[in-house]
């Protein structure tokens, strides 16, 4: 049945299922079906944190739990290596912590990897955070808190605030800022909630470096929808601060089936030189429909969910993208991250 002819119930169900068909025995989420040659049978950190977001705010906690067990079990897997790098500096890739698992035995996969990525760790932090906030806590036992204490560690010792990371697109290190706000965002939240030994200087640190590079994601890229993150689901930016991010990104990166991820991306990019033809990434508008209803745009918030139902293809799924100026999703469909934010931007939108 076509999208639109749907009531938003029967539509939410429906991306829920779509979910739910990435989930693994352990709880996790794939990023993409099971039977897919690019490799995104695997299970990422940020992207779990993503995808669980439909089911929060579908009330559904079960499913939640899970996940987060598991992404607490994968951190006590590696207990070790991460108290390690809570005494030590790191410097070499590997030594951080892994962006990707084994969805079954929670080990990391030991090929060539952007491994280095502030904002997975800080994403975790925030909402573990903010699920206390919520009196939906995911820490079992003091076994738990304990990981949460360590992760707070890690995070600081690896001085975030100025360290280089391969960032939300797991490319070159740089200092992004969407890194830096993800791990600032898990800081304060936990200082709010309180139980956490949380350093005031790290946060501050934090706070200075973001307004030192805002509005700019980065040295090399002006707009980049990573910094959607910063408004949603972080909320670290003051209004007039979102407000000059979604304007950027919007007037530089909006396409029709999506945004780009920064300007000149090379992945999946339509052009042989790789140089102007860039992916449309389905979950940008999904999230700019969040993001509108999130500043009481209610018509802008409606406009961009629209924009993002003409993505969904005839069978019902969300693409991770379509080609440049095409009809032509690639292979991760449907994406579990774009799943999901578009069934938040239904439940927030719509209903």
């Known amino acids: 049945m076509n999208e639109t002819g749907m009531s938003t119930e029967a539509r939410v169900s429906r991306h829920l299922d779509n979910l739910r068909k990435l989930v693994t025995p352990r709880g996790l989420f794939l990023a993409s079906d099971q039977a897919v040659t690019t490799g995104y049978d695997k299970a990422w950190i940020r992207d779990n944190v993503y995808e669980t977001l439909a089911f929060e705010y579908a009330g559904d906690w079960d499913v939640v739990t899970k996940t987060y067990h598991t992404l607490l079990d994968i951190f006590d897997t590696h207990i070790d290596k991460i108290n390690w790098a809570v005494t030590n500096k790191p410097f070499e890739s590997w030594q951080f912590i892994h962006a990707r698992f084994n969805p079954e035995t ?109 509005p700019r994601e980065s040295e090399s890229k002006f707009t980049d929808l990573a910094q959607l993150s910063l408004i949603y689901p972080y909320n670290v930016v003051d209004h007039d601060t979102a407000k000059q991010i979604v304007d950027n990104l919007v007037y530089h990166l909006e396409r029709d089936k999506g945004v780009l991820r920064y300007r000149f991306d090379q992945y999946y ?34 406009e961009y969910l629209d924009k993002a139902t003409v993505t969904v293809t005839k069978d019902g799924k969300v693409p991770e993208l379509y080609f440049s100026n095409s009809n032509e999703a690639n292979e991760n469909t449907p994406l579990g991250w774009s799943e999901s934010m578009y069934v938040v931007a239904l439940q927030q939108v719509a209903r």
């Open 106 to 214: 929670l080990e990391e996969f030991w090929e060539e990897w952007g491994n280095k990525q502030h904002d997975a760790i800080g994403a975790v932090l925030f909402k573990l955070a903010d699920f206390e906030q919520k009196g939906h806590s995911m820490l079992r036992n003091d076994k738990d808190r304990k990981t949460v204490q360590t992760l707070i560690y890690y995070i600081c010792n690896v001085e975030y605030w100025h360290d280089a990371d391969n960032g939300m697109w797991e490319e070159a290190e740089e200092v992004h800022a969407s890194s830096i706000g993800a791990v600032l965002a898990g800081l304060k939240k936990w200082q709010e909630v309180g139980g956490m030994d949380v350093d005031p200087d790290a946060i501050e640190r934090g706070e200075k470096a973001l307004d030192a590079l805002l």
């Open 269 to 302: 990019n339509k052009n042989p030189d790789g140089y102007s033809e860039e992916a449309e990434w389905c979950f940008g508008l999904s999230w700019l429909a969040i993001i509108y209803k999130q500043f009481g745009d209610d018509i802008k918030a409606q």
